[in-house]
């Protein structure tokens, strides 16, 4: 169930008036959403055999 920020968004970007000013760049500063496609960190797969060393730090 969307939040009401969610349902928001939603509205503003149905709206035809609306969808026609925002740019690529607001899209992106609506909402991490836009960008959830995009892993900055790359992949991360937890190995839960193994224990990390911390007395070597």
């Given amino acids: 169930m969307p939040g ?3 349902t928001l968004l ?3 970007l149905r709206d035809a008036q609306w969808a026609g ?5 607001d899209q992106r500063a609506l909402s991490p959403r836009f960008w959830a496609h995009v892993n ?3 992949r ?5 055999e193994t224990r ?3 007395t070597a730090a």
Avoid at 21 to 25: D, H, N
Avoid at 44 to 48: K, T
């Fill in 21 to 25: 000013k925002l740019t690529e760049e």
């Fill in 52 to 54: 990390l060393d911390l």
């Fill in 40 to 42: 900055p960190y790359g």
């Fill in 10 to 12: 939603q509205a503003v």
């Fill in 44 to 48: 991360f797969r937890p190995d839960m």
């Fill in 4 to 6: 009401a920020a969610t």
